[in-house]
């Protein structure tokens, strides 16, 4: 947490959003794409349907238009046009604040609830995405069966009041240190500083 804290003092949310909903519909595109990618789209696409009233007027076929270059596009655009509608019909237009109702949202897993509940809400959570899993994994931190068992381990070992922050800063770190190619658990300096007697690459199970 200290080296993490002293690379990443203020981590920023790596998806670029406007508000609650933007954040919400940026997450769910983001599903197997990369950051970068989605914040390639979402401009012209919250530029029309910034709120899920135009989101849902738009539809699923211009949605679909759009977010084209993303993967998985025709079951995001049609979990977008249904979860538009719903907030509409069930929640007056309105994010709901809790991990059961954005759960139960048309393409809304737990990890996607779980980003919008830390970062618009401010509830500790820690979504484990791949980055997590694998560095986890390569630190000792989880014996890595799953995401939910990750996701577990870490929040056991981490008070909440750090979740928010250092989800976020694992996933710079995974990024930019300890890669998926670059670093197999003996090359990055966290790595090296944990484990200096660490010969062995380690194998990570993925996701």
């Known amino acids: 947490m200290e080296r993490l804290a002293d690379l990443y003092p203020d981590p920023p949310i790596p998806l ?3 508000d609650e909903f933007t954040l919400l519909v940026a997450v769910l595109l983001s599903a197997q794409c990369t950051d970068k990618k989605v914040n390639e789209v979402t401009p012209e696409l919250f530029e ?3 709120s899920p009233l135009t989101m849902f007027e738009l539809g699923e076929a211009k949605i ?3 977010i084209r270059p993303l993967g998985l596009s025709k079951q995001k655009a049609s979990a977008l046009a249904k979860l538009s ?3 509409i019909e069930r929640h007056d237009s309105q994010v709901p604040q809790s991990f059961p109702e954005l759960e139960a949202l048309p393409g809304v897993g737990h990890k996607t609830a779980s980003v919008v509940m830390a970062q618009a809400f401010g509830v500790p ?5 791949t980055h997590i899993h694998r560095l986890a994994q390569r630190w000792g931190l989880t014996s890595g069966k799953n995401v939910v068992q990750t996701e ?3 929040k056991k070992l981490f008070p909440a009041e750090s979740w928010n922050d250092l989800h976020l800063q694992i996933i710079f770190y995974g990024r930019e240190h300890c890669t998926a190619r670059g670093c197999d658990g003996t090359k990055c300096g ?6 200096p007697r660490r010969r062995k690459p ?3 199970i993925k996701p």
């Open 16 to 18: 670029d959003h406007r």
């Open 48 to 50: 029309v349907a910034g």
């Open 64 to 66: 679909l238009e759009i």
């Open 85 to 87: 509608g719903l907030l």
């Open 125 to 129: 959570a820690f979504p484990v995405d």
């Open 152 to 154: 577990a381990d870490l």
């Open 190 to 195: 966290l790595c090296q500083e944990l484990y």
């Open 202 to 204: 380690v194998v990570w």
